[in-house]
């Protein structure tokens, strides 16, 4: 008995024509912003050049989150990941913090940690070390 496998389960499905859910929301709110705004500054003895010049903008805005990828991701995450890059510190700066000797198991008992003993190596004893470490 052959049994058929689902492929391509990652893609949206297409909700309206060519567009997904995701696609269709953001052009229909990027122009119903870019138009309310056009209509109310291109009233009659409005600038109609300022109304273009707000909601041209406003509306490229929508159609590029909508469509454009970047990498094979949607512009959305990317700006989110680049956000995220951004507001991140880019150094990592190692604060050592002195700890207690020993290591704690209860609160009644404590673990000390063994002495070893630090000896001086001389030149003998590191080329010998070095032979046996290479072979």
């Not at 109304?51 to 990828?69: E, Q, R, Y």
């Not at 995450?77 to 198991?105: C, N, Y």
Request: hydrophobic residues 45%; without cysteine; aromatic residues 8%.
């Amino acid at each position: 008995m052959q049994f058929q496998v689902p492929k391509n389960i990652d893609l949206e499905d297409k909700i309206v024509g060519p567009l997904t859910l995701r696609q269709f929301l953001y052009v229909l709110v990027g122009g119903a912003i870019s138009y309310s705004i056009f209509k109310k500054m291109a009233v009659p003895g409005g600038n109609t050049q300022l109304a273009m010049m707000i909601s041209l903008p406003i509306a490229l805005f929508s159609m590029a989150l909508a469509f454009v990828k970047i990498q094979g991701q949607p512009l959305t995450e990317f700006l989110m990941a680049l956000f995220t890059f951004m507001s991140r510190p880019r150094q990592r700066i190692w604060k050592r913090h002195d700890q207690e000797q020993g290591l704690v198991l209860d609160e009644n008992k404590k673990v000390e940690k063994a002495n070893v003993s630090k000896k001086a190596m001389n030149i003998k004893e590191v080329s010998d070390l070095t032979n046996i470490l290479d072979k």
